[in-house]
């Protein structure tokens, strides 16, 4: 299937200047843009089912890149934060626009576990 003009517009500004879009992935997949220096992935879908979501959470867990980005239409951004979550993917999703932001973050060690790494960190 083809990607609308949207999505490549997307795509385009995802990957700045200089950056790379439709970057092959092992296993045959793509990730829609990543930027010239490599440290920020890109993924534009803008479908609402959860499943095709959670296959781009995975391209970008896949991508390596330090920051990821998934980006999605208004409506969907609270789908694409379970998918992230889902998928144990730490990244940003954004709205088709840039105007929001919303977070998918690592859960907090507890107390004791911090206590335990510290501990073994150091010796």
Known sequence: MSKSESHKRA??????KGGKTEVKLKGNQFLDAL????????????????SNLKAAAKRLKKSGAGQ???????????????????ERVVGTVKNMGGTKKSM???RKLKNNSLRLLLRFHNH
């Not at 795509?11 to 700045?16: E, P, S, T, V």
């Open 11 to 16: 795509q385009k500004k995802a990957a700045g």
């Open 104 to 106: 998918s973050q690592r």
């Open 35 to 50: 930027t010239k220096n490599r440290k920020r992935a890109t993924e534009v879908e803008r479908s609402d089912h959860l």
């Open 68 to 86: 990821k980005v998934l980006q999605v239409p208004q409506k969907n951004m609270d789908k694409a934060v379970e998918a992230l979550k889902k």
